[in-house]
């Protein structure tokens, strides 16, 4: 050190080591600015920057080691060989121009640290090769440590320029990688210059020699060359980040107000990313110019980016927290700053795969409960089915559908019933095991497979599992309605070898068990098929029986007690089937009414009997029978209010018949559909009066224009006191109300006798008359007769 500082401050002329100081510095700021100049460009630009870098620090190395050694006071006559120096020169741009090429197309610090300290030995291979020049005699003596110390500094301080150069964006980064950059190159001089010895030395070239003079005009003009091309670099540099400033505002403003995000890239690392991305990635005060690609993107789907510009791909995006966002990604070619660029789109797919996994969930889920939908039990089933064959094995199938679901729905609301099915499907998933599967079926229809089973106790368990799970959660809440479910149970193979006929094997349970009292399980008998089979083939003709012209109607006459005149008569009707014959209303009725084919059926007698009445001379009465199903029915009344217009019958003349059980049902809504009825001018009769509930609060409830008392009191009033008291009870009531009482059933003739004396109003039955076609009651319907052909029993009425 002492050496190198006694060196430098006795040994040169100060003044010319200022003057190579400068040029020094201009050279290094020079190059450092074109370098990193020459990184941000495209390959075919950055090479020709490059040259230029090189040519400027190799020449101001240059520059500045000659004009080091014309300040080098050696008191002789010294000379320069013209070929070594220019070898020199050359030595400094090849190596240095070196370094540079490292530097820039390097992706790494260490790069960049590289391409430093090659820089550094490029500086101090050109010394030495200038100090080779020297022409003098003897030889020049070197102090090896002192020489080492050269070479490492020139390499550690290059290395250290480098990389300071591109440590930080900004230009006090590039100035501070400038200084540290002069200070390898005159570090390296004057430490090599106090580790050479001249004493040995003698001067051979005279005092005057030109060649000093040539070497000051060389110097001068690489010192003036080197100085252009530092301001030149500066104004560069300056002027092309102040373009790629308001460039980049005008297009961060743009890709800012884009929905998707969006990376400008040089293909390695990023150079700039819309407010979107970093939205995106979760960094949105974070600066990733610079980034790798590859800390983003998976090397796979970066190379089929780049290699595949404007194809949309699909792959995963790393965000700041290292998790993985499924995107959509395309590339494009830009010019971005006066540079070709690559642009990348990229489109969250986050809420589509999402939407796309909520997809496949519905696909085989049912959305309220999250459990298996139909489609999913039955290919579940039908697996089971082929496992089971294959292993010989047994499985079980449960259905189950809740008590009494419609009436939560109508009384509380769908929501009500929403909430209900969510908490079986609970209660459900809470009972089975892994490996058995629980699907909802639709409305409030669940079925369950239990695999590989053993016999029907183990099914048995897991029905009375559920049962005592409702049980249990009933226990828990005391607000809504009660849960209560009726359960069937069928065994693959023992009931069922096919999967269609396993499950409607355990329906087939399952309505068993709904008849016997709800809330119960029952397992498949195979008498319970037999009969379950009949009903399903009745339903099926029954479909079809209407438009084949099979029903018909029947009439039977209602007759006054006391004047014996028929008042009316009663529509009734018939299915005659085509192979089983006669089919009676008591077992066709209540499957039309389960089935929904009672709507059409009702709808057609009450057209037929109306259109028949309306062509009657005598204006009496004609009364139909109206199911529940259809009075509950929308529309009910807009379509009896269409009959009445088609058929152009007096709304008087017509009477529709309910029963107590329509009250029952739904009270409220019963009685307003009753009134819009009434409105119409239609009479509205209780049928089967005093065999259903709540008769007498019935009665209150609404305004009937009259009773017709069920038969099953009429049969034995002539030999019960029971059945005598209750139709004087309601006759009394009727006579009360001023309610006429109609008495259905009458068929002997102690019967009428008693009905006569307790002055009932009407009377119908088998004593006057069977039911028949109309055109038995022709002398009544044309208006030539008041009353029945038959004048024994109404000589009898009228007797007395």
Not at 466 to 483: C, D, T, V, Y
């Amino acid at each position: 050190m002492y050496a190198t500082i006694h060196t430098l401050l006795f040994e040169h002329d100060l003044r010319l080591v200022v003057l190579a100081g400068v040029i020094c510095a201009l050279a290094a700021f020079a190059g450092i600015s074109i370098l990193h100049h020459a990184r941000r460009n495209s390959r075919k630009a950055r090479y020709v920057w490059l040259a230029v870098a090189a040519v400027a620090v190799g020449f101001g190395v240059w520059s500045t080691h000659f004009i080091a050694m014309l300040a080098y006071r050696t008191d002789m006559a010294v000379g320069y060989d013209l070929l070594v120096t220019a070898s020199s020169l050359i030595i400094a741009i090849g190596i240095v121009g070196g370094g540079l090429w490292i530097a820039a197309i390097g992706e790494h610090r260490s790069d960049l640290a590289l391409g430093g300290a090659v820089a550094g030995l490029g500086i101090s291979a050109m010394h030495y090769t200038g100090m080779a020049a020297l022409i003098v005699g003897g030889r020049i003596g070197w102090d090896p440590a002192l020489l080492a110390a050269s070479i490492i500094l020139g390499m550690v301080l290059g290395s250290a320029a480098f990389t300071l150069s591109a440590w930080r964006p900004g230009q006090a980064w590039r100035t501070g990688a400038a200084g540290v950059m002069t200070l390898a190159i005159v570090t390296m001089h004057f430490t090599a210059m106090g580790a050479a010895n001249l004493d040995n030395c003698y001067p051979i070239v005279t005092e005057g020699d030109a060649t000093p003079a040539n070497l000051s005009l060389a110097v001068g003009i690489a010192g003036i060359l080197i100085v252009g091309l530092a301001l030149g670099g500066l104004m560069l540099d300056l002027h092309e980040r102040r373009r790629a400033a308001r460039e980049t505002d005008r297009m961060r403003v743009l890709a800012d107000a884009a929905v998707e995000g969006l990376i400008i890239t040089d293909d390695r690392r990023v150079v700039t990313a819309n407010a979107s991305f970093l939205r995106m990635i979760g960094a949105a005060d974070v600066d990733i110019a610079g980034c790798p690609l590859d800390e983003l993107f998976a090397r796979t789907a970066l190379a089929e980016l780049l290699a595949r510009p404007d194809m949309r791909i699909e792959t995963e995006l790393a965000d700041a927290r290292g998790r993985r966002i499924p995107i959509e990604a395309i590339l494009r070619p830009v010019e971005f700053a006066g540079e070709l660029r690559s642009a990348i789109a990229i489109r969250d797919l986050s809420a589509r795969k999402k939407d796309e996994q909520q997809i496949r969930f519905l696909a085989h889920h049912d959305p309220l409960t999250g459990l298996a939908n139909r489609a999913t039990f039955n290919r579940q089933l039908l697996r089971e089915v082929a496992n089971a064959r294959r292993l010989g094995q047994r499985f079980a199938v449960i259905c189950l559908d809740l008590d009494r679901f419609k009436e939560v729905n109508d009384l509380f609301g769908h929501a009500a019933g929403d909430t209900m099915l969510k908490v079986v499907g609970e209660c459900l998933a809470g009972v089975l095991e892994e490996g058995q599967t629980c699907a909802r079926l639709g409305g409030d229809e669940f079925a369950i497979i239990i695999p590989d089973i053993d016999g029907l106790a183990r099914a048995g368990r897991i029905a009375e599992a559920i049962l005592e799970a409702f049980r249990a959660h009933n226990a828990r809440s005391h607000s809504g309605a009660p849960l209560s479910a009726s359960i069937g149970v069928a065994l693959f193979p023992d009931n069922a070898d096919t999967a269609d006929m396993l499950v409607a094997n355990a329906d087939t349970a399952l309505y068993r068990a709904k008849r016997d009292g709800r809330g119960v399980y029952r397992f498949f008998e195979v008498q319970m098929g037999v009969a379950v089979r009949e009903k399903r083939l009745l339903e099926n003709d029954l479909r079809n029986a209407l438009a084949r012209g099979e029903f018909s109607l029947v009439y039977q006459p209602q007759v006054n007690v006391q004047s014996g005149e028929v008042t009316g008569f009663e529509a009734l009707v018939r299915w005659t089937h085509p192979t089983r014959g006669q089919i009676a209303p008591s077992t066709f009725i209540p499957v039309a009414e389960e089935c929904g084919l009672i709507l059409n059926i009702g709808d057609w007698v009450t057209r037929q009997a109306c259109a028949e009445a309306a062509g009657w001379a005598n204006t009496v009465t004609i009364a139909v029978n109206v199911s529940p199903v259809q009075l509950h029915a929308p529309g009910f009344v807009a379509r009896l209010r269409a009959v009445l217009q088609e058929t152009r019958l007096d709304p008087r003349r017509l009477e529709i018949e309910i029963t107590e059980t329509a009250l029952i049902r739904d009270l409220t809504r019963t009685i307003a559909t009753l009134d819009e009825v009434k409105a119409l001018g239609v009479r509205i009769a209780m049928d089967d009066f005093g065999t259903g509930y709540s008769s007498l609060a019935n009665l209150r409830a609404f305004a009937f224009d009259r009773i017709k008392m069920d038969q099953s009191f009429i049969r034995s009033v002539d030999r019960s006191d029971q059945s005598a008291a209750i139709v004087r009870a309601v006759l009394g009531l009727g006579s009360g109300l001023k309610l006429p009482v109609v008495a259905e059933g009458v068929e002997r003739e102690e019967e009428l006798e008693f009905l006569r004396h307790e002055a009932c109003a009407e009377i119908q039955g088998y004593l006057f008359s069977r039911p028949g076609p109309i055109g038995d009651f022709a002398a009544v319907t044309s208006g030539r007769s008041r009353s029945l052909a038959d004048p024994l029993p109404v000589m009898r009425l009228v007797a007395s």
